[in-house]
């Protein structure tokens, strides 16, 4: 930064040139391109159907709407536009909507190039900067995203008709840069129509002066689109306006959503605490519970089931084990079936149901989504003809109650009961946990498996099993 031009006149010996914002993305863009980098890191599941879109927006210099239900990455993906910005860009100093030394736009900057000439100071702003973002909501104003008579200027003695009177709004703030307005459907129809110049005729009036702001500015919005019919929409001529639709999705494929479990849920716990071993069987059955909700058909589809279910989900689960295991003292704590059940809470508020659906349905929803994701589990590895010794257990008459609560050596020495089940549990574990199934541990991933078997066996309607003040009772 401090071998960068501080004046102007040491700005045009450098040879800067403008270029607009659009062409600016472009341009970096096509850069990021021939270097085969990677457009947008952290993003999975995007880089055959969204990122092609975004691209192609780019480089048809297009103003973006990310349309897709929540949790599809679509603010994230909006805050990393900033990348195809240039690292940083000179503006007049004190500049409040970033005036470019060699073309201001605002009377003050166009006062102090004249009044200094090539002795005008200049500053650099970072990408960062050049980006604003506003919720949409339904009390946001024209004043707040165009501008407004600042009426302390005026009582400091300048006149209303004057452009120094003007307080900017914030897209004269983004001029150079990037402004997005999230959930545009929430911005009542009269605001979404003052956008209309800034897209088309790419300038702002304030007040009916004779003040216009020939802004330069790439404009992105996001929205879902049950917004369309339930609380706004996005009037037709707006749309028309904006360059490209981009549509998002959820994850197409469970290993896919598993690797956005890994990247973004809290597993690695703090200093304090001890990091739980979660089998990747029961990762599955967290990100299967999520698909089969987003086609129940007591959820309502149009809302969607957000990412954000199965991330908060996995967190609750790793919590409940190490809950567990603080209780209990053990050194390793594994995650097990019976952790699935204390979802419940992390994903209430996360599904919406159907309009036939009682409110009070929500957890028995809840619960008939885990089942029906450990018996998809079951049947994906193993087959119930496998544990006929289990099933011949139970049809003698043996009962067994099992407390999720209980520590794993006590809940072992329970599965002991089952002829041959723990040579059956030591097979299954190296077969499903290999890495984990030796060493330390090895216990904890037998239990999580025999309780993965006994589900998946009432599942199959093998078993009867109730549920008894938090316990598991297995048998008549």
Known sequence: MSNRPTTLREL??????????????????????????????????????????????????????FLGLRGQGKTRMLRM???????????????????????????????????????????????????????????????????????????EGRHLSSEDVMHFGLIPRSHRGIFCMNELPDLSPKIQV??????????????????????????????????????GRIVTPLKDRIGSVIRTHYPLERELGIQILDEQAWAT??????????????KEIVEEMSRLARTSPHVN????????????????????????????????????????????????????????????DEDLLIHRLIEEAIKNLFDQYLSPKRFSNVVEHFNSGHRLKLDPESGTSEFLSEMEKIRGFEDQLTQISADLAPEQSEGSSAA?????????????????????????????VYGD
């Open 301 to 360: 589809q149009a809302s969607g089931v957000s990412v954000r279910m199965s991330i908060a989900n996995l967190e609750s689960l790793i919590s409940n084990a190490e809950r567990r295991s603080l209780v209990h003292g053990e050194d390793v704590p594994v995650a097990r079936v019976s952790d699935l059940f204390w979802m419940a809470p992390s994903s209430r508020g996360k599904i919406e149901l159907g309009l036939s659906e009682e409110t009070g």
């Open 269 to 282: 716990r703090d200093e304090d605490g001890k990091d739980v071993i979660v089998p990747t069987f029961l």
């Open 194 to 231: 003052g956008l209309f110049n800034v897209l088309e005729e790419r300038d702002v009036q304030i007040r009916g002066f004779t003040v216009r702001l020939p802004v330069d500015v790439c404009m992105v919005f996001s929205a879902n689109p049950e917004d369309y019919t339930n609380r």
């Open 444 to 472: 904890g991933i037998r239990a999580a498996i025999a309780e993965f078997i006994l589900e998946g066996l009432y599942a199959h309607n093998r078993l009867n099993r109730q549920m008894r003040f938090g316990q598991f």
């Open 81 to 155: 536009l900033t990348q195809f910005l240039d690292e940083a860009i000179p503006i007049v100093s004190g500049s409040e909507i970033h005036d470019d030394p060699l073309s201001p736009i605002s009377r003050f900057a166009r006062d102090i190039v004249q009044n200094q000439g090539d002795q005008t100071p200049i500053e650099w702003i970072s990408r960062e900067e050049r980006y604003l973002e506003k919720l949409a909501t339904p009390d946001v104003t024209i004043a707040d995203l165009i501008g407004e008579v600042d009426l302390i200027k005026h009582a």
């Open 12 to 65: 045009k010996e450098s040879g800067y040139q403008t270029i607009s914002v659009k062409t600016e993305m472009r341009r970096n863009l096509i850069s990021k391109l021939r270097n085969k980098e990677t457009l947008f890191p952290g993003i999975l599941g995007y880089d055959e159907t969204v990122i092609p879109q975004i691209v192609n927006g780019i480089l048809a210099k297009h103003d973006l709407l």
